[in-house]
Nanobody
Framework: QVQLVESGGGLVQAGESLRLSCVAS????????MGWFRQAPGKEREFVAA????????YYADSVKGRFTISRDNAKNTVYLQMNSLKPEDTAVYYC?????????????????WGQGTQVTVSS
């Protein structure tokens, strides 16, 4: 069992940066692939980024590639999403997710656990 708690969201202007954090409970954190999803009002949930249990493999949605970086620190039971050059279309609630499998499953929208979300708002 894994519990996830996101933090770091806020209100920023276009072009600025934010770093989201997701702290996981449990001693099995390092065995899970982790990822981030986002959902804007009235829109479907969208895959953003994923990282393998070892941190050696990452995936990104085309819309964020080159701007966002996902990383993890298994010693701290934490996964991060560094978001640079933010755009108004990045505005959404961002959710941390975990899957007991390969990171590619997150890319396909499959996950076993998710957090409560943190709001990111980017003004134009």
């Amino acid at each position: 069992q894994v519990q996830l708690v996101e933090s770091g969201g806020g209100l920023v202007q276009a072009g600025e940066s934010l770093r989201l954090s997701c702290v996981a409970s449990g001693r099995t954190f390092s065995s899970y692939a982790m990822g981030w999803f986002r959902q804007a009002p009235g829109k479907e949930r969208e895959f953003v980024a994923a990282i393998s249990w070892s941190g050696g493999t990452t995936y990104y949605a085309d819309s964020v590639k080159g701007r966002f970086t996902i990383s993890r620190d298994n010693a701290k039971n934490t996964v991060y999403l560094q978001m640079n050059s933010l755009k108004p279309e990045d505005t959404a609630v961002y959710y941390c997710a975990a899957v007991a499998g390969a990171a590619g499953e997150l890319v396909r929208g499959r996950y076993d656990y998710w957090g409560q979300g943190t709001q990111v708002t980017v003004s134009s």
